[in-house]
């Protein structure tokens, strides 16, 4: 926030119409229903005052009754008019506005989308998405408050203009008045309450600024556990491990950490508002006193007294709130400016985005793709360490290739960089001997149907989860789901392929690991895509499951590039090639018995899972019965 804390009103200003222009344009339907509401809510006391100084007038002039009731029949009439106009207006430009608030949130939806993935693994976009929602929750700063503060402006001068319009009279001098102390004390008050409130809103925004940078670890606290508790598989970890007293504990320190900082500005609001409510009264004593003593010297009638004073009380609030208003400005302006970035209606442009979408066509899928990766070296933004070294690797069409190692030895950023999620600190990758920079993003992403270890699925029906989108050839999804062998549980659902995976609504069912894997594969083989990744695709699978997916795989991925991570050497071994990597490094690179014959990593790997399998017979029994070949 630091970098957007010093703004001119001028800036925050400009920024606020720059967002106004946004909030236009994701919804300009709430608009007309927004403004006439704020018409209507200025107009209503206005209209009130009016009718009821012209009913006093025509009683205390001792009018026929005729006009009397003329006047009850139009002011009531006009005033519950007006009254109405702005309950309709209300209304609509409350259900609009839920929809403009929606949109707004999914301007910035869309960017999370959007948004490079190496972003979303880096910690920025989420402190900064995390803040916005933070400023407008806690606050009501942002781009959702921009139509009101703006229609404030307007309000504000609306309301003096009408004050002024109906009070003018007051301020001609009177003769024989002398002094006008009367009027010299409530001029006093206003402008004393105007600056007042300059100055305490200043400190008031200071301390919410505090409170915003200050409570940002107690709020992501707060959300995390929040999500946490809400959490089905937390759940069993939060009873079997008594975790309730730990996250109560964590709860109470947040809260007593929100009540120390947020205390102090609760308090001093407070007392702002106490006294700026005096000073009103005290307007509005003067304004009595002032106009009374005119009425009773004659110079206005009975009827004028409730004009003039309701007039000037309003004179003041107007005031005020245009006050208010232009300093809220100046506030909303650097929230605004954080949200404008975010979705890329910022100077910057898209912060998020920073690969360059290539202009070359990927060739199309009858042809034969190969894939290089030429010295390619890697190390995650913002470290230092090298976690891929130096990899030369070819993968092709048609060409299984298996890639075994060791915990954090690189596979899994491999195929990062091979899916183009990130790009590599030295070296190249090469489709077909061009850069796959050179490709059409969205283009080269359709060439990998990818299942990785944390993959997701989403509470949706099942069928649309299979074919990652609403529409889908039935068939295809059945025929997927058969082969990823989750068919049989598939039409054991109540509800088919529109059933509605995990309980979030009421008729959603529980997905088990397995379960949740096989639907992944089926995905995976719905895209059809050229190549194919499992990244450990089988961990949550019993070995039965594992086999049959291996089996089928095989054939399944005929004529496809695959790519297949596992820690189960077994599962590798019907590959055409296996790399092995250590440490970041391609240690070792070729066929099953080749590698075994070499005595390197492989053979040392190879070595300590037949001998753990040995001292877990039954263990072994299972992995040798349920992968063919295993033969460990
Ligand atoms: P593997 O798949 O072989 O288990 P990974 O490719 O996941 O290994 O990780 C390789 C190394 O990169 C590990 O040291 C891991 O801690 C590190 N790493 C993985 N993801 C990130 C990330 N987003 N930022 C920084 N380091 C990471």
Redesign the pocket.
Known sequence: MKEYAEMSFWQSLRTVLLTAKVVFRLDWKNIPAFVGNRFFQTLQPFVALFFSARILDALASGAAWESVLKWVVIGVGSTYGVYLLERMTACISSVEGIALYWQLYQEMSRVMMKADYREL?GPAIRQDKERIERSSNMYWYGPWEVPGVLMSVVQGLAVIISALALAWPIFLPVKGEGFPWGMAAMAGLIVGSVVYSLVVEKRLYRMKEDGLDGLSKESRMQNFLIGYIGEQQAAKDVRLYAMQGMIRKYYERCNERILEIEGGRLMLQGRADGLRGAMAQGVGVFAYLIVGARALAGVFGVGSVVQYVGAITKLSDGIRELVYSVQHIKMQGPHCQEYLDFIGEGKEGDKYIHEQDGDRDVPTEGQDAVIEFDHVSFC?PG?E?M?LKDICLTIKKGVHLAIV??????????IKLLCRLYRPTMGRILLNGTDIGEYSYEQYQQLFSVVFQDFQLMALPLGENVASGSSYEEERVWDCLEKAGAEEWARGLPKGLLQPLYRVGADGVNVSGGEAQKIAIARALYKDAPFVVL?EPTAALDPLAEAEIYSRFQELTLGKGAVY?SHRLSSCRFCDTIAV?DE?RLAELGGHEELLARTGKYAELWEAQAQYYAGNSESRAAQVSAVPHAGI
């Open positions: 693994e995650y470290t360490e976690v190692g060791m915990n954090g030895s690189g596979k899994t950023t491999l990244d991570i990597f970041g």
